[in-house]
């Protein structure tokens, strides 16, 4: 019986259970990162990673228990004081980079602060090193291969308008001049390096910071170039932009595609394929409100709206565990969306019948509008009570950040 | 503050969703109890010609595919209020009391005007409360509300057609004299079955209109200039660029092939089946209402075959499939003319034949053009095939009118397959090829 259920269930595309509530933690203050799953010590078992405006660093263990608690102890300086908001002075803005580039099969946190200091920690939570700069740090940490050894570089970019190339023992080994803030993330492909910036460039140097190219949107750019393989083969870079761009450029920087939103994109899209037709499809939240599912030619197949913007990286996993992929979602309507990952297709009407009656949308044998669309499916939401900054799944659990500094343990348990 | 406000934005999106719902099943109730079959039927009952009966659904297919576009544009530029939407389904409904009285007094003019007024209403009103959902309304949320209603929509159009059969066959065209006696007053009245049908599509569209205008909602205001040529040149331009697509190509010229043959068959279908099995079976209306209420419940599952089918064979089976379906009725209608059962089942197959192809069109336009270019797609198909439409069907018409009907439907079975189904074979040509680019 149960079988029989399960393949109706399939066939219809019917969902089971619910998300209910497994355990909350309130960090005591606001957090501005998704939080991150990744097994940092080689246990076989997933941490979560959470960081907080105060500068903490908070590892769970898959069971919700805290691991380990990072807090930076910065000291600032009566005249620096006067400047900074206290509060936010080590502020983490943006989730660490978690990544062995010490190459020693454990894992390694880094991540940077308001104070515009990064830090590296290893898996248990102890600073390996520290390295200071003169402003805030927004963006993210990336690694990249050193050409011709086998080390591992770190490079970010800062608001004093520097990127910085540090070694993976932290030693600056290059710092590059750009005419504008960086609060984007940048990334390495083919020893080029790739960021956008608060003019609303996107740029891409060489490892010694000669131009290759430019591409200018009207507005900065603060998410992260994501370098991906189109349907064809061809590589190329999708990047959001605040002037409500989804851009997708070849490695020269020419413009292949633009998706238009009707808000700022805030943090890099997704690429993989969700609906199980054996391509690859492209998931993005926008400060719109809605989550787009586009193809790699910046076609829409669907997209769903909340009631308010979409700040946080969509997350697609199996949460249900029944084969088919799923898009979690956050939304500053404070509520975590679970969608399926085909969509749904709505009929507007049905096609053939207007021989026998009219309907709204078809109206003659002429047909001049489209059947129907396919939109997003949501199969359940839940309500956490705070602005969702982001989320992450480990397994059938999904890990909820708020804004402000509640994380949520939401468990998928199927129902009768 | 802000929670206060979005519990009563909540509160208010529950009440205009309760609204809507009511909406979207009195337009059903309405448009059930004046489907177009019955139309066509009353049409030939104020002696007007196969050719006029022809010729004006041909005139209104092409009005309402112009003022359906039409309103795009205007929609796009302009913000249009509710009580225009709420006024233009007022007219729409009223259309029917023009309709009847053109069957009372045996004018056919009048039923065509009033029929054209109608066809303007009916686009005007749909058109423009698709754009207030799509503008207004959490998409997601209202589109599955209407999604639901379009199949719920169907079985309630369905039983409407056999109730206003019913009543139509119980009160026929020569009226029934009822006599009521109101505080010991007697009143005697000539009833017309058809005069209630069409009254009862009249207050629903009224009353649906009131409801509508009971939608709470916030309008903005947008008025930018609008240049009607402008428009209508860019899409024909786009066409061109939609044109290079030999898929969209192919596709929009058997789409108005598969239009013409559609037109045409649903024109005199009705008024064949009710003149040739008026006295057999179920009976004058009845007979043509159990026929096509069926068909509206079969072509429910044209959407849902193509959407599993499409996952396993793809989409281009679909359309030669569906265009098979599609000249059954015809040819059913020639080859076994006085068999109804055979006509219900063929005209079920011919309906879902059509929906087949519907919606495979709509996925294969899915698959490769966005959601913006879709809808230009749509827009600039539907107007350019205006005119080879017109002459078209003005040419069915005309041979309806002098060599009669089923050498009409001959013809119109064979062309099916002559015509459309090569085209569409060579789409499958193309999809079969391992280079193809669109599907």
Known sequence: ?416 | MEKEGREEEKVIDKRNERLLKKKFYLDKIGYGFSSTQFINILFSFTGASFFLIGLTNGIKSFLNTLISTFIKEITEKREISKKVISISGLLFGFSFILLSLAVVIKQPYLFVASLLLGSIGVATYGELFNNFLNKYSKKGKIQRLSSKSTFKGLFIAAASIILAAAIIDLAFLEGKIITINILGQTLTQNIYGYLITFEITAFAFIISSYLFSKVKIKQESLIQAIDYKQYYLILINKSKTFFKNKYLLVMTMSMILVSVFQSLINSYTGIYVYTHLKNAWLGGFMNVAIMYSLALIVAIIGPVITSKINKTVGIVPMFVFGTLLLSMLPLTIVYNPMHYPAMVVANSLSVLGAALIGSAQGTLSAKVLSAKDRQNFYSSSGFLSLIPFMILVTGGAYIAQTHGLSYLFKILGLGIIILVVPLYFLIVLWASDKGSDAI
Request: aromatic share 8%; glycine share 10%.
């Open chain 1, 1 to 416: 019986m149960n079988k029989l259920s399960k393949i109706i269930r399939n066939v219809f595309g019917i969902k089971k259970g619910k998300i209910n509530l497994l355990k909350s933690f309130d960090l005591g203050c606001e957090s501005l990162t998704q939080p991150i799953c990744e097994d940092i010590d080689n246990d076989s078992e997933t941490e979560t990673i959470i960081t907080n405006t105060k500068g903490e660093v908070i590892v769970f263990s898959e069971n919700q228990e805290i691991k380990w608690k990072y807090a930076i102890k910065e000291k600032v300086s009566e005249q620096d004081a006067m400047f900074l908001d206290e509060e936010r002075t080590n502020s983490i803005n943006h989730y660490p980079l978690i990544a062995d580039i010490e190459q020693n099969g454990k894992k390694q946190i880094l991540f940077g602060t308001e104070f515009g200091k990064v830090y590296a920690l290893d898996h248990n939570g102890k600073q390996i090193w520290a390295y200071t700069t003169e402003h805030p740090i927004r963006g993210g940490i990336n690694n990249f291969k050193i050409k011709e050894s086998k080390n591992t570089g770190i490079i970010f970019g800062s608001t004093d308008k520097y990127l910085y190339l540090l070694s993976s023992k932290g030693k600056l080994l290059r710092k590059l001049l750009n005419d504008a803030q960086i609060e984007s993330t940048p990334i390495v492909i083919n020893n080029n390096i790739i960021f956008g910036d608060n003019k609303g460039k996107i740029k891409s140097l060489d490892l010694k910071g000669k131009i290759n190219w430019t591409f200018q949107t009207k507005d900065k750019i603060v998410s992260k170039a994501i370098h991906t393989k189109m349907n064809d083969g061809t590589e190329a870079i999708l990047i959001g932009g605040v002037d409500n761009n989804l851009y997708c450029l070849s490695l020269e920087g020419k413009l292949i595609w633009k998706f238009e939103t009707q808000g700022a994109l805030y943090t890099e899209p997704v690429v993989l394929d969700i609906n199980d037709d054996g391509l690859n499809e492209i998931v993005f939240g926008s400060a719109d409100g809605k989550i787009y599912v586009i193809t790699m030619q910046g076609n829409q197949l669907w997209n769903y709206e909340t009631d308010f913007w979409i700040i946080g990286k969509p997350v697609t996993k199996d949460v249900d565990q029944d084969g088919a992929m799923e898009v979690i979602i956050g939304s500053y309507d404070n509520n975590i969306y679970v969608l399926t990952g085909k969509g749904i297709y709505i009929i507007e009407y049905v096609p053939g019948v207007s021989g026998i009656i009219a309907q709204n949308g078809s109206y003659s044998d002429i047909p001049s509008n489209t059947p129907g669309e396919l939109i997003g499916d949501k199969i359940w939401e839940y309500g956490t009570g705070g602005l969702v900054i982001g989320c992450a799944v480990i397994k059938n659990k999904i890990i909820v950040q708020t804004k402000e500094g509640k994380v949520l343990w939401l468990h998928h348990e199927e129902g009768k």
